[in-house]
């Protein structure tokens, strides 16, 4: 799980409050500020802390201040039919482009029965799960996926051609927590290799290559390299699909166009592209008997048997659903660095930060 | 790729004919029984035997000799929305309902954009391959999920509870050949277990675990044991994603509960799930202008440079193309045991074997 354990524990309120007052600081608008805070706030909450306010915060702020994200979103529909749309977010926060992206694709799924919305012109936008789990929260099943600056080598290449292509599906249950996946077709998020170089950890082997291709644990050589796709070839083909429906299909950046990473403050606009999803449930089967097997389905993988040495058996979304009851208890954890980040960052904006 | 090389050399079109024949002798109407050999000789000449004639075809006849699986298919569309589809294939040939299913989806996304078609009480139906490439040959992005008899365990588990849960996408190209992705969410898909294990051949590490859950190189106790997801956890959560979409949503069989494999002919009707869906490029963009951005974005990636020792990289589905063509010339290769099984059924059911 991409997390840090290390740090200060802050409560979730404080930082959240924090959040938004830097975005309204640089000009987003109160409910676009709120939105975006709870997004980042929803994933240091789920442990998943590389889209968190912990990596992403200051870039975002950094990127409004720099002219390279505008902080009001202006969202204009380009193309629309029944169950299908493409929104230019103009390049607008990503938070509040996603979020209306998966709103117009749930309501057309309320009328249709299903609907596909892609994104172009778009930013980095946190987690996918936080838009699939959206579509949960209605009885729907939620799709989400989406492009990003390139990281990953085509199958036996060496240059970077694709991003770590997030793929989300949420699943509503009725007794169990909802099924959230949300993968990078990476063996490992690049976020996850930059909290390990935060700290100066060596990366486990599998992970990445460096400049020339080697493998490599130094991560630093990692992000100078590129990720390693899961599972080979797979990987790979997953991850140019991605790219093909998020990016060339909405007219967006794909494939190796992207110039920069959300930390490079000297480049253009990032021109991301996503694609959202939404299924009725009621257009299949009853929502209650739907939630009925599903409970059935997700228990019988819960409580089979388990292999040696292992002592629970993981629905995926179990472990971040968990961290976040304990976290919204207990506090978010924030590393030391990056808490001077945001003490420094909170000065020269007027915005104190907690504690 | 889930291949064979070795056997005799057999022309396309004696095989379709061979193919066609027996199913029309048991009962399987002219038009569906072509439709039906085409799936399987077309994954043949793809290279992928493991969903051809040489895998299946015996298995194919016996369940619906053995009434397992009717021959004359009723398709009843049991729930519908404008987007969305949910078909009954009153366990009718699985080739058939997914045709019919894919022809849905196609039809409502020319009118709405996009849609989703889910299927139940059906039956193995070939490659996934097969139906999104219907789409991508009509302007459309096609999607295509199935569960299935369990092969694996969920991550931490030892018993079977999802199937190899293959996932296939389908894009449009214009000048190059479409990208066609189709992945069993194994390391690699059961019947290529089975081709190694009627080969006598051992199969590589990594592939599958033994009933015990260890590791192993023999292929008869990996098809008593389980094949290993792909990426760990990833390959689980997406088996399990596509189980809950494809089994659960569609009121078939799902997780543990299928009795038995395809060969298997003592058990039960399988009620296979499954979900198709397509996407109309023209809702998102001209086609033309599309056609022209993927043919750019998979040149990019063929004509990058590569990594040391590899001659080629290959974009999904190039692969599999090449292979069409070499084999609709030279003919497609049957080994020696798959042959006299082609022979003695033959015998049986009145329709020489070819040769």
Redesign the interface.
């Known amino acids: 799980m991409p997390g840090v354990e290390g740090g200060t524990l802050y409560p979730e309120a404080a930082l959240r409050r924090f959040t938004v007052a830097l975005f309204e600081k640089v000009g987003v608008p109160p409910a676009d500020a709120a939105r975006t805070a709870d997004n980042l706030i929803e994933a240091n909450l789920r442990g998943v802390d590389t889209h968190g306010i912990t990596r992403v915060l200051v870039a975002y702020i950094r990127r409004i201040q720099y002219g390279l994200m505008k902080p009001r979103t202006e969202i204009e529909v380009v193309?629309e039919?029944?169950?299908?749309a493409?929104i230019d977010g103009h390049n607008g926060v990503g938070q509040v482009i996603a979020t209306r992206a998966m709103e117009l694709a749930m309501e057309k799924?309320k009328?249709?029965?299903?609907?596909?919305v892609?994104v172009l012109h778009s930013n980095h936008f946190g987690t996918c799960a936080y838009y699939t789990m959206m579509a949960a929260e209605r009885d729907m099943?939620g799709f989400c996926i989406t492009n990003g600056p390139p990281a990953m080598?085509?199958?036996?290449?060496?240059?970077k051609?694709l991003s770590t292509s997030p793929?989300s599906?949420a699943?509503p249950a009725g007794e169990e927590r909802a099924?959230v996946?949300d993968?990078a077709t990476t063996?490992v998020a690049r976020g996850r290799v930059v909290l390990y170089e935060k700290q100066g950890l060596p990366i486990p082997e599998g992970w990445a290559v460096d400049e020339e291709?080697r493998p490599t644990t130094d991560a630093a050589a990692a992000l100078r390299g590129l990720l390693a796709p899961?599972?080979g070839?797979?990987?790979?083909?997953?991850s140019?699909?991605v790219?093909?429906?998020s990016?060339?299909?909405?007219?967006a950046n794909?494939?190796?166009h992207f110039d920069g990473t959300l930390f490079d403050y000297d480049r253009p606009p990032a021109d991301v592209g996503s694609l959202f999803?939404a299924?009725?449930?009621d257009?299949?089967?009853d929502v209650p008997a739907?939630k009925k097997?599903?409970d059935q389905?997700l228990r019988?993988?819960k409580h089979?048997?388990?292999?040696?040495g292992?002592e629970?058996?993981?629905?995926?979304g179990e472990i971040e659903a968990e961290s976040a009851e304990r976290r919204r208890r207990e506090g978010i954890p924030i590393p030391e660095e990056v808490v001077r980040d945001f003490v420094e960052l909170g000065h020269e904006l007027g915005v104190p930060f907690p504690g």
Chains 1, 2 share one sequence.
């Not at 629970?312 to 995926?316: A, E, G």
Request: glycine share 18%; hydrophobic share 50%; proline share 5%.
């Open positions: 193309r039919r029944p169950s299908t493409l799924a009328r249709c029965g299903s609907a596909f892609g099943i080598a085509p199958w036996g290449g060496r240059e051609r793929i599906f699943v099924f996946l993968m063996v291709g899961v599972g070839y797979k990987g790979y083909g997953l140019l699909a790219d093909l429906l990016g060339v299909l909405t007219g794909f494939g190796g999803a299924i009725d449930v257009a299949f089967m739907f097997r599903v389905a019988e993988i089979g048997e388990r292999a040696p292992v629970r058996i993981y629905i995926p």
